[in-house]
């Protein structure tokens, strides 16, 4: 048997672990740039609000409906997660981090669910403050069904086990749509054929499916109907690349500043990279103008591969920094830029360069002198002056709410 465990509304739920006064008020947390709703409380659903609207265009009614409204704090949802994640290790040796507000555990040979499933709920919640939901079930795809069920249906208070006498009654009302892994262009497909919920599906014959669409979605049939055919990873997948993207608060025209910003951008992407313990052979940049101003829009990319895989924030600054000029057009008002690392191996698959073994390994220890000093001090307290000191181009998070675990100046005393 498989559980996932599911934190609900988590950007929200991370906002009130340290402000209780906004227990069961609304909430909502906007996308960066404070451009849109990307997460909300209950009580925010239940006035109308959802996913997607424009903030600018519902300020006004936010403020009248008294809607506590934050910036994205990604800091402190991260720490909140990893802290989840590892009440999480407690019950299960088995686990496989999802997603950062969801996570798959095995609990094969494990007896009296129901209870676990409860107590899980109610640790995750008494050590971290976030309420999470809790549904298990023979394979994950049952088990996402199962989570939602103790997500939103009444009566089962975060916490449900989908055994195999209730199955169909429960894919019954499930709705085809709502199936893990049914995207919106399959779930048309199959509603041509006349399946509309979970049940209609698992009864379709599996090798009708295979032909008609493809193996995965034959995977999924045979997941609904108790077998399992997606393992768990307790092993994270080796990365294939990382992205570092952001809009910037105003437009950017000058030179320099489009400079800082793609420096910045690099750096955080060679932390990253250190982080997960990989190395990047190849890196790109690109810059844009508003795509919706079709008149002048520009947009252009530029990538450069290094001799060896490296993860040192000088070199692949410099490289960024090199790439910027080729493709960088002045008068321009640019509005985002992002960077990229690809062609990722591990640290220990990397061969070293024959002709300066010695630079290797002084790199080595000057990065992790670099991040030794940024946790223990803060982040970005030592860093390239190329990534600016003011930062005017910076994100728009004029809602930003306090870094409670992560900056000492931040935490709340009281």
């Known amino acids: 048997?498989?559980?996932l465990v599911d934190c609900n509304n988590f950007y929200a739920s991370c906002e009130r672990v340290f402000r209780p006064d906004l227990l069961?008020?609304?909430?909502?947390?906007?996308s960066n740039n404070d451009g849109c709703v990307i997460a909300l409380s209950n009580e925010a659903k239940d006035l109308g609000y959802k996913r997607g609207d424009v903030f600018f265009k519902l300020k006004g009614q936010l403020k009248n409906d008294n809607v506590t409204v934050f910036s994205s704090n990604y800091a402190l949802y991260g720490d909140l997660s990893a802290r989840v994640m590892k009440v999480l290790e407690q019950f299960s040796p088995d686990i496989e981090v999802?997603?950062?507000d969801e996570a798959f555990l095995s609990f094969t040979g494990f007896f009296d669910l129901e209870v676990c499933a409860r107590e899980i709920r109610d640790v995750v919640k008494r050590w971290s403050g976030i309420p999470v939901s809790v549904g298990i079930a023979p394979t994950k795809t049952l088990a996402k069904i199962a989570n939602r069920v103790a997500k939103r249906w009444p009566g089962y208070g975060g916490a449900f086990v989908m055994e195999e006498g209730i199955r169909e009654d429960i894919l019954a009302k499930i709705e085809i749509g709502d199936v893990w892994g049914v995207g919106r262009q399959l779930k048309k497909h199959l509603n041509e054929m006349g399946v509309e919920n979970a049940l209609d599906f698992a009864r379709l014959d599996p090798r009708l499916v295979r032909k008609k669409f493809s193996v995965v979605v034959e995977r999924t049939l045979r997941e609904l109907c108790g077998i399992s055919c997606i393992p768990l990873e307790g092993v994270k997948p080796h990365p294939q690349n990382i992205t570092v993207s952001r809009g910037f608060k105003g437009r950017i025209k000058k030179g320099r500043a489009l400079a800082e910003a793609v420096s910045f951008y690099t750096s955080r992407a060679a932390e990253k990279a250190r982080e997960k313990k990989v190395a990047a052979r190849t890196i790109s940049i690109f810059i844009r103008t508003n795509p919706f101003d079709n008149a002048i829009f520009y947009a252009k990319s530029a990538a450069y591969s290094f001799p060896t895989e490296t993860n040192d924030t000088r070199k692949l600054v410099e490289a960024a920094i090199v790439l910027l000029k080729e493709i960088y057009i002045p008068g321009?008002?640019?509005?985002k830029a992002g960077v990229m690392l690809f062609g990722l191996k591990y640290n220990d698959e990397i061969t070293p360069d024959f002709w300066s073994p010695f630079e290797d390994k002084k790199s080595t220890r000057l990065m992790g002198l670099l991040d030794e000093i940024n946790q223990?001090?803060?982040?970005?307290?030592l860093r390239l002056a190329t990534s600016g000191q003011n930062r005017t181009w910076f994100m728009a998070r004029e809602h930003l709410s306090p870094r409670f675990t992560t900056k000492?100046?931040?935490l709340r005393w009281v």
């Open 376 to 381: 223990t001090h803060g982040h970005d307290t």
């Open 1 to 3: 048997m498989l559980a």
């Open 24 to 30: 069961e008020k609304p909430i909502v947390v906007l």
């Open 332 to 335: 321009r008002s640019y509005q």
């Open 98 to 100: 999802y997603s950062i």
């Open 408 to 410: 000492w100046d931040e």
